[in-house]
């Protein structure tokens, strides 16, 4: 395996409007492999955009550096940002011109031009699925169009690396799978090599070959999504709803007694976390699907009635919950 | 050349993005357009300009020779009513009458404002301080050197010092070629009455009636100096310096629509270099940062964009203003002369200097607005102080302080141009140097900048 970017000690101070400073990112390594998916996954302000900005050659570190198929983004940029795609966070983008004229005015900024960059165009107006949009202008364009575009721009010179910042921020469910869709594609028919930052865990959890957790500037885990999931225990959860009903704690003790596979057993009356209306039976079990017919059974002879029964296997979310003891999303 | 493609590639979409906005448009060609010839319309009268009261000191040192004083001619046809108290005899008032090529007729009293001054120093300070288009000061021995007699045979004038702001165009000139015309014709005078003396001189040696009577004419026999004007030699023709050149000068229209031009063009600059905040609010600027592209090139893209575009305005700006006054005088005159060469490198060298006064800001401002805001008050500041809607030499001893701002070292040059007069050098050079300066230190400050 090849690594195509090699990050090693990224610090990044940011001075205040008080004049305070704040450590936005505190010594991040990152090893990307080639050909591979590799997220970035973290809340709202956790230092993604800081890396990938520092990685890409938009601001300098305050310290460390990172190498891009062997090139310092410090000390050789040019060489190194041939190398790479970049799809911002914000949609970058001139809203006056046309998705053409947009594609056509950053392929000259990576040197291309002619026929070739025409033809470079209409076949990242097919992959973005524009083609018969491409002479509007894009500020007539949705807000699922404009991502598109934003990510064609960065597709353009054909590059090996792409960065994609949160490229699925704020738009609908439709475009967010096209993009899924397409960023599954840019690794198995182009074999490029991508970083996706994103704070959903569902789309990490999807995507990515490799995973790294980031909070408060720092990486707290990294590695597969099995891996991660590894480290806090490979317990499923089974969630049973029952609504307004009060249930006898002896009944919760005996769970994990006469079920085998459960290691414990907890139940929360409703109203007890955020908008939970519903009293929940939670068990947390080895196998989950296995201990669910005994576990039915049981609540059946203590004439408790089921709403509805989930099965929750360990997902990065609770790997999160567990790394930093708050949930990804807030 | 990948560089020099990308410079063009980004100077290409600003003029892109500039000349598709018709709202922009309007701003960067009819208003200047309009808010010249209203302002011109107010301040002129319109086509058939007339110049009047150049102010002038003249000093008379002469001290004569034989109860004659040359000099007080030329203070008897400057300064109306001076030859009644100069206590000369001999002196009378002549109202000169000055005409340039195309014929037109001014009186050379209401041409001048003409004031009379003891002290040479003082007349050359007024100069300087801008109260006096030019000083007129006769030397002591001016009479002497142009008296003719037997043992002073050869009339070699001492020359008559004219003293000139340089910041006139041409008032100076003017004068400088009245004083000329005025000093031939006494020559002129002076040696057809020497010939005639030496006629009768000849004719009373040998008529000895004659020379007894010519001998008893004593100092009766004075030769009326006063007015060698008179009849056809009463009117001066100017060659060198039409009036109607100076007519141009005082053509509001030149003065004020060339400094209008600068002053949009300085707004226009500015827009122009702060459109890359713009860039860098819709994150295009990151992406040009990202892309290997070095960072003085997309300051130089911007530069390129920025100049074109001013110069384009420049020119159309000054094509719209000869065709207004072509309008006003009913037929096409070139309001900006025909030194074709000289007007190219003059709009290259304040476009050039424009772009950079915008850069400036751009380099310096956090966002957009800000630099919008501050390359505003630049501008307007620069536009008062230089001209852009008043006579900068309203402003008498004070005049100097106009320099602070490019738009007086353009619309002079400008002037200068429309009034014939090719000697712009200085203010190109200063032009282009500021315009240079200020782009350095722009690419050294957005080279630094880490908040992109
Ligand atoms: N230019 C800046 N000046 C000061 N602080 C900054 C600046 N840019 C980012 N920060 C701070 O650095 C931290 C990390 O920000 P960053 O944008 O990298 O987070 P992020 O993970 O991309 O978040 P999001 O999911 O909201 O995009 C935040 O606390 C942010 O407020
Ligand atoms: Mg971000």
Redesign the interface.
């Known amino acids: 395996m090849e690594t195509l970017v090699e990050a090693r000690g990224l610090v990044k101070n940011f001075k205040r409007k008080d004049g305070t400073e704040v450590q936005a990112v505190k010594g991040v390594n990152l090893d990307i492999q080639k050909g591979e998916i590799f997220s970035l996954l973290g809340p709202n302000g956790a230092g993604k955009t800081t890396t990938i900005s520092m990685i ?5 570190p305050t310290s460390g550096d990172a190498r891009i198929g062997g090139f310092s983004i410090t000390k050789q ?3 190194a ?2 190398l ?1 795609g ?1 799809v ?1 966070q ?8 046309s998705a053409r004229q947009n594609l056509n ?2 392929g ?4 291309m ?1 002619g026929a070739e960059l025409n033809k470079r165009i209409d076949e990242v107006l097919d992959l973005i699925d524009l083609k018969d949009r491409q002479k509007d202008k894009v500020d007539t364009f949705s807000g699922g169009m404009k991502r598109r575009v934003n990510i064609g ?1 960065g597709l353009l010179h054909r590059p090996q690396l792409i960065y994609m910042d949160e490229p699925t921020v704020g738009i609908d469910p439709q475009n967010r799978r096209r993009i899924l869709d397409t960023v599954l594609r840019l690794r198995d028919e182009y074999k490029m090599t991508v970083l996706y930052t994103t704070h959903l865990m569902e789309e990490s959890q999807e995507l990515s070959d490799r995973v790294g957790i980031i909070d408060h500037g720092e990486i707290i885990a990294m590695g597969t999504v099995g891996e991660l999931i590894q480290q806090v225990g490979e317990e499923d959860q089974l969630v049973l709803k029952i609504g307004e009903q009060t249930i006898d704690t002896s009944l919760i003790e005996r769970i994990p007694k006469e079920i085998q596979g459960v290691t414990r057993a907890a139940f929360e009356p409703p109203g007890e976390t955020g908008d939970q209306t519903s009293g929940e039976v939670i068990v947390y079990a080895k196998r989950g699907r296995k201990a669910l017919p005994h576990l039915i059974q049981i609540a059946n002879e203590a004439a408790l009635e089921i709403m509805s029964v989930e099965v929750r296997e360990p997902d990065l979310e609770a790997v999160f919950l567990h790394m930093t003891g708050r949930a990804l999303r807030d | 050349m990948e560089n020099l493609r990308k410079i063009w590639t980004i100077a290409y979409r600003e003029l892109y993005s500039t000349f598709t906005q018709p709202s922009l448009l309007a701003i960067m060609f009819a208003a200047p357009l309009i808010v010249a010839t209203i302002i011109s319309l107010a301040f002129g009268s319109g086509g058939s300009p007339t110049i009047e009261n150049i102010p002038v000191a003249i000093v008379n040192l002469d001290e004569g020779a034989d109860g004659l004083n040359s000099g007080q001619i030329f203070v008897n046809a400057f300064v109306p009513g001076a030859a009644e108290t100069s206590g000369e005899v001999s002196q009378q008032t002549c109202d000169v009458t000055v005409s340039d090529t195309s014929g037109a007729q001014t009186s050379l009293f209401d041409l001048t404002d003409a004031v009379l001054l003891d002290d040479p120093a003082e007349a050359r300070a007024g100069v300087d301080a801008g109260d006096y288009a030019a000083a007129i000061i006769i030397p002591a021995d001016f009479t002497q050197s142009t008296t003719y007699s037997q043992e002073h045979q050869e009339i070699n004038p001492t020359p008559i010092e004219v003293y000139g702001d340089s910041g006139r165009t041409i008032t100076p000139g003017v004068i400088h070629s009245i004083v000329e015309s005025i000093t031939n014709r006494l020559l002129t005078g002076q040696i057809t009455v020497a010939a005639t003396i030496d006629t009768m001189i000849a004719r009373a040696q040998a008529d000895p009636i004659f020379g007894l009577q010519f001998a008893t004419a004593g100092s009766d026999f004075q030769p009326n100096f006063a007015c060698a004007f008179t009849g056809v030699m009463n009117n001066i023709r100017i060659e060198q310096q039409s009036i109607a050149g100076e007519q141009v000068d005082f053509n509001v229209l030149v003065a004020i629509g060339s400094a209008q031009a600068v002053f949009f063009a300085l707004f226009t600059a500015n827009g122009g270099a702060t459109s890359i905040l713009e860039d860098r609010r819709n994150w295009t600027l990151q992406r040009m940062i990202v892309s290997p592209t070095p960072r003085v090139v997309i300051l130089l893209g911007k530069l390129v964009g920025t100049f074109t575009t001013v110069l384009v305005q420049l020119v159309f700006l000054f094509i719209g203003f000869t065709i207004i006054n072509s309008f006003i005088e009913g037929q096409l005159t070139f309001l900006w002369g025909t030194n074709w060469i000289a007007l190219i490198v003059l709009l290259l060298a304040t476009a050039l200097a424009a772009s950079g006064v915008g850069m400036i800001t751009a380099a310096v401002g956090k966002t957009a607005e800000q630099a919008n805001i501050i390359g505003s008050i630049i501008s307007i500041l620069m536009g008062m102080l230089g001209g852009a809607f008043f006579q900068v030499q309203a402003l008498g001893s004070f005049e100097f302080i106009t320099y602070f701002s490019i738009v007086r070292w353009g619309s002079e040059a400008f002037s200068k141009l429309a009034a014939g007069n090719g000697d712009i050098g200085v203010n190109v050079i200063f032009l282009t140097l500021i315009g240079t300066l200020l782009f350095a230190i722009s690419l050294w400050v957005f080279n630094r900048r880490q908040d992109i």
């Open positions: 890409s050659g938009l601001l300098t940029p040019m060489e940002k041939r790479m970049v911002p914000e949609i970058a983008l001139y809203p006056t011109l005015f950053f000259r900024m990576y040197g031009g721009v």
